[in-house]
């Protein structure tokens, strides 16, 4: 970090001298709490703000990452990501990948945000990085603009060290993240939450979880969520990676019962929190966009509630006495109609469900059906007569 100078003011080899408005030399001024370069003929402070740059974190099919070294100053010679500064009115995103361009030869699209980070520098004073890590990267790969070179390189000993600690930590951010967004199916979600009926048939696991997932999945379930309330959690982390890979294979919405850690290092595309568990609000802080946040509810207030809170969608029951949920009342046919034409987001029935009352739910509106005990026999034929509606 560069030194303060003894105005209070970060030590910089280039000063603006005069102002931009007027021309006339600057001075300094004590202004809203700080020094401030300041006209005393436009009786004005002139503000500094830190320049807006991007860098392009690039992954080659072999786990390398692309450099690029730079002929210009500052830090000329050294290695650093590709990217620059953003221009006048352009999207932040497109500036990124128009440098990696122009740097590269390379063509690509943003992936995910690799985070933000504030460099010093002695040419430009503050520069505040915004990085993006770009996929589906095509094109021949030839250094350009501002640099003579331009080559992947494997994390760790091999590669050069890196010019801008920011454009470091932004490379750690999407290392520290690469394991969540390879198991996470990021934009294959293949169900439309706008939909009220997008699961049909909810399938919850309970006993043999990742048998019931294949029989599931093979009879086209659009949902599985892994319920597990007993196994230690190393066990159940295993158990969640393996069903995200069947349920990978067949395109079907993965979420996880009650733990969040979970959810996030198997790759589940959501979680499914009870009304004691985390709250909505602490859980977004701390999974990525689109996660999908389901919440129990047993009540039009607590339905609404959730809604209000931000849930994906609910789960509304116990609707029949259950002994997979003892100790809760049933709410009935009734509470089930009055939430559904109360909240706007999908309502997923649940509790004694079997295929004998489904039709009775129907009736009230209801257009989704969770189920444990009801899919331990015949998984595939009640699953199928669920979705295509036969019941
Ligand atoms: N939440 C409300 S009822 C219930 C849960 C988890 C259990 C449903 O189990 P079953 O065997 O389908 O009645
Ligand atoms: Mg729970």
Known sequence: MTPDNHNGLRKKTQEKLFCYFCGSRLTEKQIEGRRRLFCSRCNRPIYENPLP???AVVFNENREILLVQRNVEP?????????????????????????LTEETGLEGEIDYWAGNALSDSPVYKSVIVMGYGVKNVRGQLKAGDDCDNAVFFKPGADMPPIAFRSHLKILENALAGETMRKNARAGTLSLDLSDPGCFGA??????????????????????????EKRANRGEMLK???????????SNTLFI?????????????DGVHLGQDDIPIAEARKITPPGFIIGVSTHSLTQALEAEKQGADYIGCGPVFATPTKENYPPIGPDTVKQVIESVHIPVVTIGGLDLDNIP?????????????????????TVIEKINQEII
């Open 75 to 99: 830090k000329i010679g050294q290695w650093c990501l590709p990217g620059g500064f953003v221009e006048l009115f352009e999207e932040p995103e497109k500036a990124c990948l128009r440098e």
């Open 53 to 55: 740059a991007t860098a």
């Open 202 to 227: 909810y399938v919850i696991t309970s006993g043999l979880h990742t048998e019931l997932a294949k029989k599931a999945c093979g009879a086209g379930a659009r949902v599985l969520q892994y319920r």
């Open 360 to 380: 009775l739910l129907r009736k009230v509106g209801a257009r989704n059906f969770a189920m444990v005990r009801a899919l331990q026999k015949n998984t595939e």
């Open 239 to 249: 158990i969640a990676c393996e069903i995200r890979k069947i349920t990978a294979a």
């Open 256 to 268: 996880v019962n009650d733990f969040i850690d979970i959810a996030l290092l198997a790759g589940a």
